[in-house]
């Protein structure tokens, strides 16, 4: 049973890809249908004073993905930033490199999905209120797969959003890195891996790419 909560300790002592081996067992205990049995009031209780996560997730706001639930996490274990698409902009960066930075979190998932909405909507070039500026953050991985897959370039194409999804979290890890040099030195230290995988709806699996 999960029932002792993550301390400064604990944290310190984990590297980057113990933190993605755990994470990916998680995962495969939730395809399993064997996730682990949690004390939710123990954990309540012992994560009043304090926080540390040993992992984020940069997720979409899919309600089909709960990133916790999938992953077999419990309170305290693990930060989650939510938007649709699991793009980065600052807000999100600011997100990370607190929980990196600040927190001591050792691991950042940038985390997508199959048959994601918001990339259907980019790949059909949907324009509606501020729906279409958040679009526009998708709209690269869009370009990048339109060379790459053959057929309609289009939401019918499943190959299409397939691969889209993939540049999509592909691309993101390759701004934040551009674009927050805090996170890209620790990564190049070693005190953090920026990874990225997407769940598939279809089996409950996270894949890397």
């Known amino acids: 049973m999960k029932n002792i909560a993550i301390t400064q300790d604990i944290q310190t002592a984990l590297t980057p890809s113990a933190v993605l081996s755990d994470l990916l067992e998680g995962n495969q205990r939730f ?3 064997k996730t682990q049995a949690v004390d939710n009031s123990a954990l309540v ?3 009043v004073g304090g926080q540390f996560p040993k992992a984020v997730v ?3 706001i899919d309600s089909r993905v709960p990133v916790e639930t999938v992953l077999d996490q419990a309170i305290g274990d693990i930060f989650v930033a939510r938007v649709a698409g699991n793009f980065e902009n600052t807000d999100i960066l600011g997100s990370l490199e607190y929980s990196c930075k600040v927190a001591g979190s050792k691991l950042i998932l940038v985390l997508g999905h199959e ?3 918001a990339v259907k909507a980019a790949c059909d070039g949907v324009e509606l209120g501020n729906i ?3 679009l526009s953050n998708i ?3 869009v370009k990048q797969s339109s060379n790459e897959v053959n057929g309609d370039l289009n939401s019918s194409n499943k190959a299409f959003v397939a691969k889209t999804v993939e540049n999509n979290v592909k691309l993101t890890i390759e701004r934040i890195k551009e674009r927050s040099p805090i996170l890209k030195e ?3 230290n070693g005190d953090i891996q920026i990874v990225g995988g997407v769940y598939m ?3 409950g699996k996270v894949e890397m790419v």
């Open 132 to 134: 279409t500026d958040m």
């Open 201 to 203: 709806l279809s089996t």
């Open 186 to 188: 620790m990564e190049s």
């Open 45 to 47: 209780s012992q994560t």
């Open 58 to 60: 940069l997720s979409c």
């Open 31 to 33: 395809v399993n249908n």
């Open 115 to 117: 048959s994601c909405g």
């Open 139 to 141: 709209l690269p991985a």
